[in-house]
């Protein structure tokens, strides 16, 4: 039972960064931009979270600047993708590149430092008392419960149940008639952008601050990039994101207690169980019905720049 219970607490530990990074991503490709600079995002907004915690033990603190980086980084990919329109998936590399070195560089004088500050626990009266799923689902920290329970809610309500949500999903689908509709495509792509960067450099905070509390180079070790796959497996939709972000921490989790336990198979094999697991579910669509892949379409416009004057 013990077993049990810590396989889920580390599952939805492990999830969460998978999952933060997804809802950014869910928003960026919403208004038709590809980021593909998310494991950047994610090294910046986590050497941010253990520098900040180093210098002023505490986690929030850590947490918001890694945001306000995150931001910032977004603001610039955003005006070189929607105001300048240069080639998305070039920026995004660059981002990439730029984000991983500029962290392994400031991240030096940080390595092997255990975090002095991180989120604790928080248990809810009663329900943290229930047999084994008690202290697994709900003595977890703060962060959690944003991550699996308010974020998702808040933009599958923005998305599908606003007046505004339904705007932003027409600049993903046909920015030229929702321009003609008078809605500000470039507005909304730009902020909408900047935001999901934000959130993917939480997700790098969320990383060493609540889930693995130190900093080490490689310790993102490709999130970023099965992020974007949990986007695209998902249909783009943040609950769906979520529970393939789940998945994927059910799928690190057992990685890690095969090699606590000695299971019969190659340590390394053990840790390429989530890499696997993304080309596996990355098949999925490819061999699903019809109606099925027709759901999970990505936005018309995605990765199209928009030309006012081209319409």
């Not at 590809?34 to 494991?39: D, I, Q, R, Y």
């Not at 207690?257 to 696997?276: C, D, E, F, K, T």
Request: charged share 10%; proline share 6%.
């Amino acid at each position: 039972m013990d077993l049990i219970a810590g396989l889920i607490q580390t599952s939805i530990l492990a999830g969460g960064v998978l999952a933060l990074a997804a809802l950014g991503e869910v928003l960026a490709e919403r208004v038709g931009i590809v980021n593909l600079g998310v494991e950047g995002l994610i090294a910046l907004g986590a050497i941010t979270g253990i520098a900040t915690v180093v210098a002023i033990p505490s986690p929030t603190l850590g947490f918001v600047l890694a945001l306000l980086v995150g931001l910032l980084v977004g603001m610039v990919f955003a005006t070189a993708t929607v105001i300048v329109r240069a080639n998305q998936i070039l920026c995004g590399l660059a981002l990439t590149l730029m984000g991983t070195g500029v962290a392994a560089m400031i991240g030096k004088a940080y390595s092997g430092i255990p975090a002095p500050a991180t989120f604790p626990p928080v248990a809810i009266p009663f329900l943290s008392d229930l047999p084994l799923v008690g202290r697994a689902l709900f003595t977890q920290n703060v962060l959690v419960y944003l991550i699996y329970l308010v974020l998702p809610f808040a933009i599958h309500h923005l998305l599908f149940r606003t007046r505004h949500g339904l705007d932003l999903r027409a600049v993903g689908e046909n920015p030229a008639a929702a321009d003609a509709a008078g809605i500000p495509v470039r507005r909304i792509r730009f902020w909408y952008v900047s935001a999901g960067a934000a959130l993917a450099a939480g997700a790098g905070a969320y990383l060493t601050l609540a889930f693995v509390p130190s900093w080490s180079e490689g310790v993102v070790a490709g999130r970023g990039w099965i992020a974007v796959a949990l986007v695209i497996f998902a249909g783009y939709r943040p609950w769906t994101a979520v529970g393939a972000a789940l998945l994927f921490g059910l799928i690190t989790s057992l990685g890690f207690v095969g090699q606590a336990r000695n299971w019969p198979i190659a340590a390394p094999v053990l840790s390429m169980l989530p890499y696997l697991g993304t080309i596996a579910l990355m098949i999925v669509p490819v061999l699903a019905w019809q109606k099925v892949r027709r759901l999970m379409a990505a936005p018309a416009a995605l990765g199209q720049p928009y030309f006012r004057d081209v319409r």
